[in-house]
């Protein structure tokens, strides 16, 4: 890691001027985000006069900033909770991974105007098979959250085709939305809104409940208890070890954190705007650094 720090140090980006291309992230909150550190270190890496920011914007002001960012000459941006469906409607154009999965997590502007894509779906299966070593064909999966990361989560689970998905979100009607959005694109999945009767392979938090210190984890373990699951993911990366993280390590589960599916969407939302292969390496180490301190 010594060698790492070393690197960066000797890396360093022209001072902003006139020509410094914008990217950022949008959410509420944001404070938590590590995207500047992994991008920031991504344009270091690579000698592009680019900068990444963060900006916490009410949902009710997402559409002016996105015009904001825009009319400002901004390269792209990142959405992050609650922001994903909303920008569905707010953008111009819908690229097809958008409309595949149903939310939008990175926005271009180039000259056909605010073009949202979606970098999630890919970089959560990335993810799982990376930290996990998950094998999600025919997998058992209880699903926590139907937002816009769960929505998401559960339709690109779907196309992986697991055996089971069940599905629990505090307002039961979202669920039941994806669920039968589930059953009519991928109809060979056996999907069940509430939770399992039974064991499952994988517990994954689709939800923001872990991103604050008095949270109360998303998993109802009167009704299901972390005994009957294999591994337990968590979308969430700051703190890195969520109260859900910790209480299934506890029971014996694999474990693992949101740092790779940030990494991946990241990485890709990164050649989007640029039209560079990202450097995953550098976004990786970034992310550890600023995440686990190291």
Known sequence: MAAYKWRVSQTVQPAIN?????????????????SPAMHNAAFASLGLDWRYLAFEVDPKNLHAAIVGAKVMGFAGLNLTVPHKLLAVDLVDMLDESAKAWGAVNTIRFDVNGAIGFNTDADAIVTALREALAMELRGAKVLLLGAGGAGRTA???????????????????????????????????????????????????????????SGDASPLDEKQFSLKQTHAVYDMIYRPAETRLLAAAKAAGCKTANGLGMLLHQGAKAFEIWTGKPAPLDVMRRALEQNIYGH
């Open 154 to 212: 559960a339709l690109k689970l779907a196309s992986e085709k697991v055996g089971e998905l069940f599905i629990v979100n505090r307002t039961p009607s979202k669920a039941e939305d994806i669920a039968n959005e589930v059953k009519k694109r991928f109809p060979s999945v056996k999907i069940v809104v509430g939770y399992p009767k039974a064991n499952v392979d994988l517990i994954l938090n689709a939800t923001s409940l872990g991103l604050n």
């Open 18 to 34: 006139a020509a410094t291309r914008l990217c950022a992230v949008l959410g509420a909150p944001i404070r938590h985000s590590a």
